[in-house]
């Protein structure tokens, strides 16, 4: 079975600076990878999300994120934060045999001034 | 607009008592989830459906209960067995793994 595991789980930033989240994947083949993003008290927002192809993948809101295969990695970046980029990020992993995705723990953004 | 509507979005019930939460989706999906939310251990999967008449047990389904009679329609009920139900609960829906999930705002159901 995959799972997901986001080793960080609460980063500050200050506002202007850039951010990375990390995202490691254990899954046999080639995984489908999603990032979400939860403003508190709210459903998730899908931010991108990879299946083949180009490793680097562009998302809503500035939001990028490169898929590692060696790694078994697919970290979220955004060069430049907003205090509107405060909330929490989710890294899930799917497969093509069945519709289920799996999450992980999630990671808490704080922006400071 | 096509989404996904969870209703009520605040929920209080007194230990012992069944509870039932709504979830609707006009998106035309197949597949149906119920996730349930606590602080700092992610999303859980209690149960989903993937076509109507049909669901499987996630890794939570103790305490649950689910129906899906129509392919819009996924409610999740709580059971007096459930130990320890105060939590948000998030549905979700799909059409297949390639775009992913689109969920609801969720039910944050407290037990008193």
């Known amino acids: 079975a995959q799972s997901v595991t986001q080793p960080d789980i609460h980063i500050t930033v200050s506002e202007g600076a850039s951010l990375e989240l990390r995202c490691n994947y254990s899954y046999g083949a080639t995984p489908y990878l999603f990032w979400y993003v939860q403003s508190p008290g709210q459903g998730l927002q899908l931010l991108l999300k990879?299946?083949?192809?180009?490793?680097l993948v562009q998302g809503i809101k500035g939001f990028e994120a490169e898929f590692k295969r060696s790694q078994s990695s697919f970290n979220l970046r955004k060069p430049s934060v907003h205090w509107s980029d405060a909330a929490e990020y989710f890294c899930?992993?799917?497969?093509?045999?069945?519709?289920?995705?799996?999450f992980g723990a999630g990671t808490t953004v704080t922006v400071r001034a | 607009d096509g989404g996904i509507t969870q209703s009520p979005k605040y929920l209080f019930r007194k230990e012992g008592q069944n509870v039932t939460l709504s979830c609707e989706q006009n998106l035309n999906h197949d597949a149906m989830y119920w996730y349930r939310q606590d602080p700092g251990q992610g999303l859980r999967l209690i149960y989903y459906s993937q076509i109507v008449n049909d669901f499987q047990k996630g890794d939570i389904a103790e305490g649950y209960s689910v129906s899906r009679e129509k392919k819009e329609s996924f409610p999740l009920t709580v059971t007096s067995a459930q130990k320890n139900p105060t939590a948000f609960y998030l549905c979700a829906s799909s059409a297949s793994i390639y775009g992913g999930y689109t969920f609801g705002s969720g039910t944050r159901l407290t037990v008193v």
């Open positions: 899930a992993v799917g497969t093509i045999n069945d519709y289920k995705l799996s």
């Open positions: 990879y299946f083949s192809g180009d490793t």
